[in-house]
């Protein structure tokens, strides 16, 4: 592939992972840059997309996580703009942000998840949240997170009827469209893919309740990862081939990464990332460098993926 000159990195934006996008943004700066590229950065939260002159950029760089990054609003800029751009394309990433959506693309391709039902703020009410249990048969604790959020922002653990309702309310406050979940215990486990290749899998042991985004992103909370994940060669095998599975099934493109819980010898899939995080304690640079992937080998792999016309 012809090295293009000029990679424009987004970054930042106006989702609630802002912090984090930024300190992708940063880290994937410091490797284009060592790759050889001019790059030119772009924050949405100063600027509008429109502001964006093709004829000056070779091709996009997204390091935004949550809405209006993740979801396929930028990238429907993107496409109009007609510049190359890395990650997921406009339906593959609407898709895999909206949560009941993505729900229903994994049962339809056969894969593993945990039941659920949702529930729009206009329609709720104790009784209807009580019978969409018995129907769900979900049995407690129960989770509820809102259907397009990241990083496990939102996300409660509820242990009966009560809590489940007062944090319902509280959600509902900043929400339009919660999911119920069933939780699922066991090991934290997630995959990456990377071009069509699934390339390992981490597991993690949060000291907090569970992996959310202290968990996730605060030196502080201590979580511990394994790399490889603590699985026999068979079931590390078959975790790294549902997440290709699911991959190719929402038709992403360039790098995801697969949230799972392991419980009874199964895998339960979680969620799909289109965008996982690029900073020191992000997951996919770290399952590539146990690949003997640089960081800097991992964003020109993401960057040889730049295209337009995504799915």
Do not use: W
């Amino acid at each position: 592939m012809k090295k293009k000159k000029r990679i424009l990195v987004i970054m930042g934006g106006t989702s609630r992972e802002r912090a984090v996008s930024l300190e992708s943004g940063k880290a994937c700066i410091r490797a284009i840059k060592n790759l050889g590229y001019k790059v030119i950065t772009f924050d949405p939260l100063i600027k509008s997309f429109n502001e964006i002159d093709p004829k000056k950029i070779d091709i996009i760089f997204n390091a935004l996580h949550g809405k209006d990054g993740e979801d396929g609003i930028a990238q429907t800029y993107f496409e109009y703009l007609g510049i190359p751009y890395t990650h997921s394309g406009v339906i593959s990433s609407m898709n895999a942000m909206d949560k009941v959506i993505s729900k229903k693309i994994f049962f339809k391709n056969k894969i593993l998840s945990p039941q659920y039902f949702f529930l729009n703020k206009n329609k709720f009410s104790n009784k209807l949240l009580m019978k969409k249990i018995i129907k769900g048969r979900l049995k407690y604790p129960i989770v509820v997170k809102p259907t397009c959020e990241g990083s496990s922002i939102g996300v409660r653990i509820c242990k009966n009827f009560m809590s489940l309702i007062k944090n319902t309310k509280i959600l509902f406050i900043n929400y339009d469209n919660l999911i119920f979940e069933q939780f699922i215990g066991g090991q934290e486990i997630q995959a990456a893919v990377i071009n069509n290749k699934a390339i390992g899998a981490i597991e993690l042991k949060p000291k907090r309740k569970f992996y959310d985004y202290k968990a996730k992103y605060l030196k502080s909370s201590k979580t511990e990862h394994i790399m490889p994940a603590n699985l026999n060669k068979k079931k590390y095998n078959e975790v790294l081939n549902i997440s290709l599975k699911t991959h190719k099934a929402l038709k992403c493109s360039g790098v995801t990464r697969s949230d799972f819980k392991f419980f009874k010898n199964k895998f339960y899939l979680l969620e799909i990332n289109t965008q996982p995080g690029m900073t020191n304690l992000s997951l996919v640079p770290e399952i590539s460098k146990y690949k003997g992937i640089s960081f800097k080998g991992l964003v020109k792999k993401i960057i040889s993926n730049a295209k337009i016309n995504k799915y």
